[in-house]
Structure formats: C-alpha cells, structure tokens
C-alpha cells in the first residue's frame, strides 16, 4: 500500500462541505469524529461521531457538517493488489461503518504519520504494515456489532484484553463485574453469551497459557512460574495443570525442550 497524504484531527466550521463528483483518484479514508452528514448515491445519510467510510477511486464524494463543528480524520492511499485484502477483512468501500475502538485506530494512525515523514530505511514496508492494520481494524465491525448487541459489549471485550494482558491478578467475579458496572449474575451470564466461555474459564486459560509460555522459554522452576501465573501455592498449579493438559508441567517442559 502506499500512502499519500494524511490528516489527523482536521478542524472546520459548521459550514464545511466537500465534493468531489468524480471522487479522488485515490482511495479515501475517512473516520467522522463529529455527527456528519454524507451523500451516498444520491442519498443523504447523517452518520453519528466515530463512524468511518472507505471511498474507492472514482466513488462520488460529499460530506458535510451536522452541527456546530466538524473534526475528521483522513488518509488517502493507493493498493496494488486487487480488492482480496478488502474482501478477507470484510470492509467494504463506499459504505459507512462504525468505529468500534477507535483509541487503537488514532493510535495507529500517529503512528502511521510518524513514520510517513521519517527517513527510516524500512518506511515502506513500516508504512504498508500501519496501513493495513489501521483497515484490519475496521473490518467487520457490521459483522460484529450485528452479533454483539449488548450496550456492555465494549466494556466486556476491554476487561477480556487486561485479563489476557495481566493474568496474575487476581480478582474475584464480583470484582470483575464491578469494573463493568454489574451485578455479578448478570455479568456472568453477558460474558458467557458474549465471547462463549466463562469469565473463569478465561482466567483459567491465559494463566495456563503464560505459564505454558514460561515453560518453553525459560527455565524457571515450576513454583515460581505458578507464582508468576498469579496461583498460590504450586500445587495448586501443578493439579490445574495436569487436570487441563493431561501432562503435568515437568513432562510439557520436556516434550518442548525435546523437539
């Protein structure tokens, strides 16, 4: 992908408006961070703050303000390939879609515009990375919000990620579904209808998997990678462990340091 130019945070009065009848020759990237109005054949549609669309080449182009400010962000690129990328990621051109976590996607992006004006002997390949990340995350969102209808959803898949990131906390289910704002019935039963599996069952699994971690990597003893992993005592551990992978800690290590 190569990028052309872009724009974060750009700031217009509440008469703004842009046309471009025969689009711009690029692909176009916008991501409305203020109500909008766009016009899609022919078709006016007010889009709400944290709403995006792709625009391809010769798409027509109209948006305008809808209040007292219009703040977008912007990127205009070109690909090589064919429309595979698009089609994999399920992010369709010319076609509004919601900005679900949009801090990652403006993270990316100052990202992508330091690298964009840096000299880095690895800019290209930097800048096609940032570039299809930036649109990985974009993709699906109609797919996913359409299963996800819970007005919780994004709270829930915030806790997911930390307990992924920092297992070794410990915390209880009352403690999680305070952090959320719930009771901790209902929390139980939104995070199983969600994502599938219990909130348990997920604490469970990515300890394990740290520890699974440690274990090829390292050479730790086992009680303090059950430390580390956020149990107790190791013998907890090392019954949790063999309970759930069918070999006790010792013999996982062994089989990976054999291969």
């Avoid at 990028?3 to 009065?13: E, F, N």
């Avoid at 209880?172 to 579904?177: D, G, K, N, Q, R």
Wanted: hydrophobic share 40%.
């Amino acid at each position: 992908m190569q990028l052309h130019a872009l724009g974060i945070d750009y700031r217009h009065s509440r008469d703004f408006a842009l046309e471009r009848p025969e689009g711009s020759g690029d692909n176009l990237l916008v991501i409305f961070k203020t109500a909008a109005q766009v016009r899609i054949n022919d078709t006016f549609i007010t889009v709400n703050p944290d709403s995006a669309i792709i625009y391809s080449k010769t798409c027509p182009q109209y948006y305008c303000a809808y209040g007292n400010e219009f703040v977008n962000h912007w990127i205009h690129f070109d690909i090589e390939e064919d429309e595979s990328f698009f089609r994999r990621i399920q992010l369709p051109f010319n076609t509004i879609v919601r900005v679900s976590d949009i801090a990652a996607v403006e993270n990316l992006m100052l990202q992508l515009n330091l690298e964009h004006v840096s000299d880095g002997v690895n800019k290209g390949e930097c800048t096609d990375l940032l570039l299809r990340l930036i649109l990985a995350k974009l993709g699906g969102e109609e797919k996913e919000n359409s299963h996800h209808n819970s007005a919780h959803y994004d709270a829930l898949r915030a806790l997911r990620a930390e307990i992924y990131r920092n297992p070794t906390a410990c915390r209880s289910i009352a403690e999680f579904a305070a952090m959320v704002s719930l009771s901790p019935s209902h929390f139980q039963a939104l995070y199983k209808s969600e994502f599938g599996i219990s909130c348990y069952e997920d604490v469970l699994t990515a300890r394990l998997n740290m520890a699974k971690y440690y274990l090829k990597n390292t050479l730790l003893p086992v009680n303090r990678i059950a430390e580390l992993c956020g149990y107790e005592n190791d013998v907890h551990f090392i019954r949790q462990f063999k309970s759930r992978t069918g070999i006790t800690a010792g013999e996982y290590r062994r089989k990976h340091k054999a291969n």
